[in-house]
């Protein structure tokens, strides 16, 4: 199946609003910190971070806004534009249905002003709308292809599926490890750590650090096992999966840079060695995926209309094999 040229324009239009929110609360962001040096500082979690102002978004924000513009393109151009839309869809809901019952948290009135919540609070309604819209959108414009020059969906090729699911899979596996470590280790923080409270921190238009987290390990665990089968949705679910992946490895890897923790890697704990190491994983799981599924596989060719009619036993199809046969048999038959 592929998507009509409406649905493909209706898609591209929701994916650039969506972009066009996140950006906007990035640069309130860039603003409020006086510089994206600043603002960086406090994404990547450096120690020496300031901000006069606290932040309404964080570092995967970027991630999303990217992963929507590249959706808008894959919607007028990728014959995977379908399941593209619905992987975006299904991630802006879950990323942004948290917000309904954390931005109005008295916890929030004393970091953000009420107009700034407020604003928050509609750009979360918005943003599901258009989640919302997506899926439907997907949906309602399918259609089989009329022509053989309309192109199917690819599906991974076998390497690349594989590839995408030892990695994928690690990733997954490795983030609730750690999940399951901080459990062990820090169980005053739950379940804040997930729904959000007074006992963790994030930003006004972001789910919850846990929440984010499981998110992102059931995306990567969903896409390796798409991968393994090479089904349609392989592709766009785990090429955000990558993306998202490399951010937080990225962010990983520059804490580790700017903490000095190379430099005398052999004398850390080893926990934070694991920590360590982990960054890196990210950042080569999340390339590999990225070129892995960037092509898409072999494509298999449409079936037409009327395709493979009049093959076995029966009567052919009239106008294709010859004349019909006559209704009545002809005399002395």
């Known amino acids: 199946m592929i998507l009509t040229r409406g649905a493909r324009v209706t898609g591209a239009v929701l994916c650039a609003a969506l972009a066009l929110i996140v950006a906007g609360w990035v640069v309130r962001d860039v603003r409020a910190a ?33 992963v929507y513009l590249a959706v808008a393109v894959a919607a007028l151009r990728s014959s995977v534009a379908g399941a593209a839309l619905v992987a975006a869809g299904v991630l802006t809901l879950v990323v942004r249905l948290p917000g309904l019952w954390n931005i109005g948290q008295p916890r929030m009135d004393t970091r953000f002003v009420d107009d700034l919540r407020t604003r928050a609070l509609l750009c979360a309604f918005a943003s599901l709308a258009a989640g919302i819209a997506l899926i439907i959108t997907a949906a309602a414009g399918r259609r089989a292809p009329h022509d053989p020059s309309e192109t199917v969906p690819a599906r991974p090729g076998q390497g690349a599926g594989v590839i995408a699911f030892l990695f994928l899979g690690a990733a997954g596996a490795v983030t609730i490890a750690w999940e399951i470590r901080q459990a062990v280790r820090i169980p005053s923080i739950y379940p804040d750590w997930f729904l959000g409270g007074d006992r963790i921190f994030q930003g006004l238009t972001d789910p919850p650090p846990g929440w984010f987290t499981a998110v992102l390990a059931l995306l990567c665990l969903f896409a390796a096992a798409s991968a393994l089968v090479r089904a349609v949705p392989a592709r766009p679910f785990g090429l955000i999966a990558a993306a998202l992946l490399l951010g937080a490895g990225g962010l990983g890897v520059a804490r580790s840079v700017h903490e000095k923790l190379l430099e005398n890697f052999a004398d850390l704990p080893i926990e934070v060695q694991l920590t360590v190491a982990t960054g890196f994983f990210e950042v080569l799981a999340g390339a590999a995926v990225l070129l892995a599924l960037a092509l898409p596989g072999p494509a298999a060719p449409p079936s037409l209309p009327g395709q493979g009619y009049g093959q076995g036993y029966g009567y052919p199809r009239p106008g294709v094999f010859g004349p019909p046969p006559p209704s009545q048999p002809p005399p002395g038959w």
């Open 34 to 66: 006086d510089g994206i040096e600043h603002l960086w500082h406090y994404w990547a979690g450096f120690r020496d971070a300031r901000m006069s102002l606290g932040p309404t978004t964080s570092p995967y924000d970027v991630v999303l806004c990217v």
